[in-house]
């Protein structure tokens, strides 16, 4: 099960007027998403990146939210949380979807998709891709589903190297669980992740092929709360809380 972090989603309502405090992070143009009624725009960082997403059409939203794949879809989480801004769910990436959904169904997990999805910008240009859900919606932490990019990495890194802010890199996601050992079984079975640490109130998860650390730390409510960065040019850490989200930059060791 090859998987690495593809992106997290941040909900911002008023996103067209939106910019990261001091311009830390610069966004790119996104697209919509028009069976969902949203839209979004692009923080790049290095072969990773934020996505922004916000809805223009509220009732479009909350009728698929009533579907079946509407239970677990990425943007869906927005009405279940009740519009309330902040890290909504996370994508891991893969190569080979049927690969992968095979493998899932060889250990009795239940999937929704693959589903067919893109995206377009002003200009008319798409973007397309195959998402992949978890059946279990697990309605306190919403579990990361899968994606697979109709361009391969080396066609899809080219397009983008000119976007990629590369003096940072993502070194941690930290989620809160209230319910830890119930979050951290299923994580374990879905991701075949490991755990490479633990305290007291928190552990430490990686996916086999990525460098990326998963905290899950207990709270009193679920969800993803903070995404850490490694930064070139930080000689101290710093930290902004926006719209609902956390987020740290740390100096490079």
């Not at 794949?69 to 869906?76: C, D, I, L, P, S």
């Not at 999937?111 to 978890?134: A, C, S, V």
């Not at 374990?188 to 990525?210: A, C, N, P, S, V």
Request: aromatic share 12%; net charge negative.
């Amino acid at each position: 099960m090859e998987l690495r972090f593809d992106h997290i989603i941040h909900y911002v309502d008023q996103l067209n007027n939106f910019k990261y405090p001091g311009n830390i992070l610069k966004l790119s143009a996104g697209g919509k998403h028009h069976k969902f009624g949203t839209f979004n725009r692009l923080a790049y960082i290095n072969e990773n990146y934020i996505e922004l997403l916000d809805v223009e059409d509220v009732e479009k939203l909350k009728k698929e939210a009533k579907t079946e794949e509407g239970r677990v879809a990425f943007a869906t989480k927005i009405v279940h949380d009740h519009f309330q801004q902040g890290f909504k769910t996370m994508a891991f990436r893969t190569s080979d979807m049927a690969a992968l959904q095979q493998t899932l169904h060889e250990h009795n997990i239940e999937t929704i998709g693959p589903i067919e999805m893109h995206r377009e910008n002003k200009k008319g240009d798409k973007t397309g891709w195959k998402l992949l859900y978890i059946a279990d919606p697990d309605y306190m932490v919403k579990p990361p589903f899968f994606i697979e990019w109709d361009d391969n990495e080396e066609e899809r890194n080219e397009k983008l190297d000119h976007l990629y802010q590369k003096q940072f890199t993502i070194d941690r996601i930290i989620i809160h669980s209230s319910k830890r050992s119930k979050t951290l079984s299923k994580w374990q079975k879905w991701f075949k992740m490991r755990i490479i640490d633990e305290g007291e109130d928190y552990t430490d998860l990686q996916l086999t092929d990525d460098n990326i650390i998963y905290r899950v730390q207990d709270g009193p409510t679920s969800g993803y709360q903070t995404v850490v960065f490694k930064d070139k040019e930080a000689t101290a850490p710093y930290s902004i809380i926006v719209k609902g989200a956390k987020y740290r930059f740390e100096p490079v060791d």
